[in-house]
T-cell receptor, first 116, second 115 residues
Framework: AQTVTQSQPEMSVQEAETVTLSCTYD???????LFWYKQPPSRQMILVIR??????QNATENRFSVNFQKAAKSFSLKISDSQLGDTAMYFC?????????????FGKGITLSVRP | GAVVSQHPSRVICKSGTSVKIECRSL??????MFWYRQFPKKSLMLMAT?????????EQGVEKDKFLINHASLTLSTLTVTSAHPEDSSFYIC???????????FGNGTRLTVT
């Protein structure tokens, strides 16, 4: 079974600064997907970024980028130029793409606070 | 983009009653939907996988007679919490996938309070 570990329960960053959220996972699969989801106080789950394991290039989405280290099974999220609206819980997630029933396995999440 | 609508957003019910939560994919067909439960400041716990036209697959430890799931069409799945108790109070979230390997799209969640 796959496991996803987010060891930092919470972090704080100054507005406009950069912060990195850590995530490690364990799997015996070679092909899979990794995600970061954001859950603001509204509790809506928002997809931040996605990485396919077969792609060596790290995914980027505007201010969000990942550092995907497949051999180390590490998938960290970097948020540049942090904004107050980035305050939220962030969940790292793993999916083994075996079809429509493929499930997401979530980490415990990290609470990020952006200070003005 | 793909939209998943979940209703109601909040519900309060008395112990012993049943509550139904709906999850709809508005602009795509979802053969599979997922139901999660989330406690405050905790992660999402998968309860069951809902498949259109067949029985749901429940995760270990989830009582299928208590949490009834029906996926009667390609755009609607329902979760019914039967004989609700205060310990069932929680945040329930549904999600759906448009195609086999696309990311999940989540509903806005339902806050259930059992008094």
């Amino acid at each position: 079974a796959q496991t996803v570990t987010q060891s930092q329960p919470e972090m704080s960053v100054q507005e406009a600064e950069t912060v990195t959220l850590s995530c490690t996972y364990d799997t015996s699969e070679n092909n899979y997907y990794l995600f970061w989801y954001k859950q603001p106080p509204s509790r809506q789950m928002i997809l931040v970024i996605r990485q396919e394991a077969y792609k060596q290039q790290n995914a980027t989405e505007n201010r969000f980028s990942v550092n995907f280290q497949k051999a180390a099974k590490s998938f960290s999220l970097k948020i540049s130029d942090s904004q107050l609206g980035d305050t939220a819980m962030y969940f790292c997630a793993f999916m083994n793409p075996t079809g429509a029933n493929s499930k997401l396995t979530f980490g415990k999440g990290i609470t990020l606070s952006v200070r003005p | 983009g793909a939209v998943v609508s979940q209703h109601p957003s909040r519900v309060i019910c008395k112990s012993g009653t049943s509550v139904k939560i709906e999850c709809r994919s508005l602009d795509f067909q979802a053969t599979t939907m997922f139901w999660y439960r989330q406690f405050p400041k905790k992660s999402l716990m998968l309860m069951a996988t809902s498949n259109e036209g067949s029985k749901a697959t429940y995760e270990q430890g989830v009582e299928k007679d208590k949490f009834l799931i029906n996926h009667a069409s390609l755009t609607l799945s329902t979760l019914t919490v039967t004989s609700a108790h205060p310990e069932d109070s929680s945040f329930y979230i549904c999600s759906a996938r448009d195609m086999g390997d696309s990311p999940l799209h989540f509903g806005n969640g339902t806050r259930l309070t059992v008094t």
